[in-house]
């Protein structure tokens, strides 16, 4: 460490300001079992490839426009749209 610089002060000093751990909290956790991970919240079952695609740019900016969790919604909407266009 460079002697030159301070020690940067911690804005949490009072324990009793963490927050409360919720339900919430403790469903998105990953679990593990010593060094190993036992789940990293998605459902088991659950499978997804990462891939480029290309969109024009309407498309994005209105499924942007709904907010955080976008990229779930577009997922959703395509699947719902094979349901009545099963591909050739």
């Known amino acids: ?3 030159s610089k301070r ?3 911690t804005a949490w ?3 009793d300001d963490a927050p ?3 339900d919430e909290f ?3 956790a990953d679990e593990y079992v010593g060094d190993k991970l036992i789940r990293r919240g998605r459902p088991a ?3 997804k490839t990462a891939t480029t695609i290309r969109f024009d740019d309407e498309v ?3 499924f942007k426009s709904t907010g955080k969790g976008w990229q779930t919604r577009m997922n959703a909407a395509l699947k719902d749209w094979l349901k009545s266009h ?3």
């Open 20 to 22: 409360e751990l919720t």
């Open 1 to 3: 460490m460079n002697a």
């Open 26 to 28: 403790f469903e998105r």
């Open 86 to 88: 099963p591909p050739a």
């Open 60 to 62: 994005l900016d209105a």
């Open 45 to 47: 079952g659950s499978h």
């Open 7 to 9: 020690d940067t002060p």
């Open 13 to 15: 000093t009072d324990p």
